[in-house]
């Protein structure tokens, strides 16, 4: 079954505004990372966040991670038109005792469309 | 730093024939590296796991002698599509995680196979 489900599957609003797109997944995780990928193109690494982590910041991005509810947000801040691109959690999975498997399982993605 | 670059862009063959697609890491040491495949609006799924000089770890469901991967230096990987079929026709994606670095993945810009 897929591990991370994101919504909203697509999101669209003006310059200026935030965006927050939420990833949910099913089983124990060493990490959490949020990926960017524009069009046709390959993946771009945002953020990492830890099990024993709740909020990191870098720049306009913002994510939370909450592990009692399986979740996480990513909230871009004061968007831009180049912030348009599809947007994925993805989680790497935590054996039982706790160690990452150092492979990474992909949500479906939440499409972005920044409006100039 | 850290990139990954994948030869070819893009690529058109027709059924029946075998396409090797490249994957090197440009500025590191790559021990492992993996292969995903997306189709158009969805999200990567893992194929396998190549580590340097041993055999990969495919995913299940994934035909290993389908899709032949070669680990044979620390700087690049293959993988081959033997006998492609319209239905392999996808975008591959591979990623490199830099030795010593578990949770850190570097992708490539990905490859697009046209099976005709």
């Known amino acids: 079954s897929q591990q991370g489900e994101e919504d909203p599957q697509a999101l669209s609003i003006q310059e200026g505004e935030n965006a927050t797109m939420n990833c949910s997944y099913k089983?124990?995780?060493?990490?959490l990372q949020w990926y960017r990928q524009n069009s046709g193109r390959g993946l771009v690494h945002l953020i990492l966040?830890?099990?024993?982590?709740r909020e990191k910041h870098s720049g306009r991005l913002r994510v939370t991670l909450d592990t009692s509810k399986k979740s996480s947000s990513l909230l871009i801040t004061a968007s831009r038109a180049a912030d348009t691109a599809s947007y994925f959690c993805a989680t790497d999975l935590a054996n039982a005792g706790g160690t990452s498997y150092g492979k990474l399982t992909f949500g479906q993605g939440t499409i972005l469309t920044v409006h100039p | 730093g850290a990139v990954v670059s994948q030869h070819p862009s893009w690529v058109i063959c027709k059924s029946g024939t075998s396409v090797k697609i490249e994957c090197r890491s440009l500025d590191f040491q790559a021990t492992t590296m993996f292969w995903y495949r997306q189709f158009p609006k969805q999200s990567l799924m893992l194929m396998a796991t190549?580590?340097?000089?041993?055999?990969?770890?495919?995913e299940q469901g994934v035909e290993k002698d389908k899709f032949l991967i070669n680990h044979a230096s620390l700087t690049l990987s293959t993988l081959t599509v033997t006998s492609a079929h319209p239905e392999d026709s996808s975008f591959y994606i591979c990623s490199a995680r830099i030795a010593g670095r578990r949770y850190e993945q570097y992708f490539g810009p990905g490859t697009r196979l046209t099976v005709t």
């Open positions: 190549s580590n340097e000089g041993s055999k990969a770890t495919y």
């Open positions: 966040i830890r099990s024993n982590e």
């Open positions: 089983t124990s995780i060493n990490n």
